[in-house]
């Protein structure tokens, strides 16, 4: 998202997902030094609370765990972020 100033986003994002579609989401703001904490479980397999949740904080970076080191469950939300 973007300020009034025309300035990006300074939210920086890290996502986690297990094998049950429960996803994890931390935005922590650059600017104000806050932390936003998000769980929930992924009820659609385009994984649509995920993309909302990203156009809503719209990171300047985000953070997941390697694929090779990722549980099974993983999958969707590397697939999701690399495909932004």
Same mark, same amino acid.
């Given at each position: 998202? &973007? +300020? +009034?100033?025309? &300035?990006?986003?300074?939210? *920086?994002?890290?996502?986690? &997902?297990?094998?049950?579609?429960? =996803?994890?989401?931390?935005?922590? +703001? #650059?600017? $104000?030094?806050? #932390?936003? @904490? $998000?769980?929930?479980?992924?009820?659609?397999? $385009? !994984?649509?609370?995920?993309?909302?949740? @990203?156009?809503? !904080? +719209? %990171?300047? =970076?985000?953070? =997941? %765990? %390697?694929?090779?080191l /990722? /549980?099974?469950?993983? *999958?969707? *939300?590397?697939? @999701? =972020?690399d495909r932004?």
């Amino acid at each position: 998202m &973007e +300020d +009034d100033g025309g &300035e990006r986003s300074s939210f *920086v994002a890290g996502l986690i &997902e297990n094998r049950a579609k429960e =996803v994890g989401m931390a935005a922590f +703001d #650059l600017r $104000s030094a806050s #932390l936003h @904490l $998000s769980q929930y479980i992924e009820t659609s397999s $385009s !994984y649509q609370n995920t993309k909302t949740l @990203l156009r809503f !904080y +719209d %990171p300047c =970076v985000i953070i =997941v %765990p %390697p694929n090779k080191l /990722a /549980a099974d469950g993983m *999958v969707g *939300v590397s697939e @999701l =972020v690399d495909r932004c």
